[in-house]
């Protein structure tokens, strides 16, 4: 993981050096503002994850009445996704449960979410693709997180 962060910061650095010279500013000034703004993303995506985490864990299942839907939500751990890079999570339901349906949760200026849906090999599982590889032109390339999530039905006893 530090290796790829350092290839992505010096990528960043090729990248802005020219741009900011360019400009007659400092590349210095503004590689941190970039470092620092990023530590800030990062920072308010895991205080968001934590106030998921505090309302799943808050969520109190219980039986319903006949017929009803008896259903809970899941959510995967964030992944990370490299500069140019791809990644995949999937939330899982507990065994004998089944998907209702799913989600994802991204961060990313330049992340695209290529798949979203039920996973092919489990149906306990919501499968979530993301990439940084191909940035919208004119948009330097960057780096983002992902998480899925999924929607369960307890179908067990």
Known sequence: MIKKSLVALFILTLLVVPKVQAEGGSPIVALRTMVLELQNQVINLWSVVENLQQQIDDIESS?????????YRVTSPIV????GDTAETYALCNPGDQIISGGYFAEGSTLQIIQSRPDLLSPQRWYVQGSTANPP???LPGIGTIAAYALCNDITP
């Open 63 to 71: 039986p319903g009445p006949n017929g009803a839907l008896n259903t």
């Open 80 to 83: 990370s996704v490299g500069l």
């Open 137 to 139: 032109a004119g948009i």
